[in-house]
């Protein structure tokens, strides 16, 4: 920024830093997911949002977010500090949030769906619908050349 600009922000009194509030700044967003978490969970009985989830997508997204950084927070990499909280993995935990998923059915249970839509369709071109998405990558890991 030029010294011209920074001037003339100071001029009108610009704050550069921010007063402390003893919060950090995503403490807000943090809770009023957590708050959602737990409206999905009295509705659908778990805390398992799928992430092509319609009704909220930004609900979906932290949902993917608080396990991928449960992920960096299990591997204590010194290079890299989580963006969560043993305070916020305990209140997660607190709700029945399940950091793991499987994350597709098992290959003989996807392998028989695609041997239904070959008998079905007269091939294996599975469109690309979330629905059928697992039986697409089962297909494309029967000899790992697809």
């Known amino acids: ?9 100071e001029r009108i009194g610009f704050e550069w830093t921010r007063p402390k509030t003893g919060r950090k700044p995503d403490d807000t967003l943090w809770w009023k997911r957590f708050h959602e978490l ?9 805390c398992n949002v799928p992430i092509n989830y319609e009704t909220n997508r930004p609900l979906a997204k932290w949902v993917m977010n608080q396990r991928a950084e449960y992920t ?19 209140l997660l ?3 029945g949030f399940e950091w793991r998923l499987r994350e597709r059915p098992e290959w003989d ?8 839509f ?3 369709h007269g091939n294996t071109l599975v469109p690309m ?17 697809i």
Request: proline share 6%; hydrophobic share 30%; aromatic share 4%.
């Open 72 to 90: 960096r927070f299990m591997e204590d990499n010194p290079n890299r500090s989580p963006a969560i909280s043993a305070d916020r993995i305990e």
């Open 1 to 9: 920024m030029s010294s011209e600009r920074i001037e003339a922000l």
């Open 109 to 116: 249970e996807m392998y028989d769906e695609l041997v239904v």
């Open 129 to 145: 619908t979330p629905s059928l998405r697992p039986i697409i990558n089962t297909a494309c890991s029967l000899d790992g050349s």
């Open 118 to 120: 070959k008998q079905t």
């Open 93 to 95: 935990n607190s709700i």
């Open 38 to 46: 737990e409206e999905y969970k009295g509705e659908h009985g778990d």
